[in-house]
C-alpha cells in the first residue's frame, strides 16, 4: 500500500503559539489530502480536504483561521494550529491515497499547556 | 448523505475464537468500504476494502469482511484471534470518483479486548 507520514509524531507548547503539522505521501502524488482530529476513545472528525495549489475546504464548524492548512506540493500538505490553546490539544491524523484508497499517517499528538 | 453505524461499541473475546464485527451503512448506491484498525497513540492501517466483484474480500492479518448489498452490511470476521489483534476497529465509506480522492464516512469504532 501507499506509505503517508507526519511530523512530528507529538509536540508540546505554550498557550498562544503555533504549531506545524506536515503530512507527506512518500510514494505517490496527492492532489488532496484529508486532516483529521480525533479525541480519546472517538472515532476520527474529518476537518479538511487540502487540495493541492488551491484553498483546503473546510468542514461545518472548523475554524478555517484557526487551523491553516497549505498543500504547496504534490507530496505535502501541513496544518497550522494558530494562537493555540489547551482545547486545541488532541492527536491529529492526516490522510491521503491514490485510487479511491486512503492510507493514514501515523497521526501527531499535540498537548497545548 | 451517506452514514455508517458500528452498532458494538466494545466486544471482548477469548484468544482462539472466531471474531466478527458489525458495520451496516446508509447510501444510496454501492459505497466503496473500509475496515480499518488503529493501535493505541497509532494511525490507521488499511486491513481491506471492497469496492465491487466478489463480495467476500479477504485482507491482512487474517480478516475478511462481506458485503451484503441486501442488508447494507459489511461485517469484519477473522477464524481465530490473536493477543495482538486487540486494537479499535472502523469501519469506513466512500462515494469513490473519478479522482480517486474522495473523503471517507466512518462509524464510531469497536473497540476489541483479547482475553487469554
Known amino acids: 500500500g501507499a506509505v503517508v507520514s507526519q511530523h512530528p509524531s507529538w509536540v508540546i507548547c505554550k498557550s498562544g503559539t503555533s504549531v506545524k503539522i506536515e503530512c507527506r505521501s512518500l510514494d505517490f502524488q496527492a492532489t488532496t489530502m484529508f486532516w483529521y482530529r480525533q479525541f480519546p476513545k472517538q472515532s476520527l472528525m474529518l476537518m479538511a480536504t487540502?487540495?493541492?495549489?488551491?484553498?483546503?475546504?473546510?468542514e461545518q464548524g472548523v475554524e478555517k483561521d484557526k487551523f491553516l492548512i497549505n498543500h504547496a506540493s504534490l507530496t505535502l500538505s501541513t496544518l497550522t494550529v494558530t494562537s493555540a490553546h489547551p482545547e486545541d490539544s488532541s492527536f491529529y491524523i492526516c490522510?491521503?491515497?491514490?485510487?479511491?484508497?486512503?492510507?493514514f499517517g501515523p497521526g501527531t499528538r499535540l498537548t497545548v499547556l | 448523505a451517506q452514514s455508517v453505524t458500528q452498532p458494538d461499541i466494545h466486544i471482548t473475546v477469548s484468544e482462539g475464537a472466531s471474531l466478527e464485527l458489525r458495520c451496516n451503512y446508509s447510501?444510496?448506491?454501492?459505497?466503496?468500504l473500509f475496515w480499518y484498525v488503529q493501535s493505541p497513540g497509532q494511525g490507521l492501517q488499511l486491513l481491506l476494502k471492497?469496492?465491487?466483484?466478489?463480495?467476500l474480500v479477504q485482507g491482512i492479518k487474517g480478516f475478511e469482511a462481506e458485503f451484503k448489498r441486501s442488508q447494507s452490511s459489511f461485517n469484519l470476521r477473522k477464524p481465530s484471534v490473536h493477543w495482538s489483534d486487540a486494537a479499535e476497529y472502523f469501519c469506513?465509506?466512500?462515494?469513490?470518483?473519478?479522482?480517486?480522492?474522495?473523503?471517507?464516512?466512518f462509524g464510531t469504532g469497536t473497540r476489541l479486548t483479547i482475553i487469554p
Open positions: 471492497y469496492f465491487s466483484g466478489d463480495t
Open positions: 469506513a465509506v466512500g462515494l469513490g470518483s473519478n479522482f480517486g480522492n474522495e473523503k471517507l464516512t
Open positions: 447510501y444510496g448506491a454501492t459505497p466503496y
Open positions: 490522510s491521503a491515497g491514490p485510487r479511491n484508497t486512503q492510507y
Open positions: 487540502s487540495n493541492e495549489g488551491s484553498k483546503a475546504t473546510y
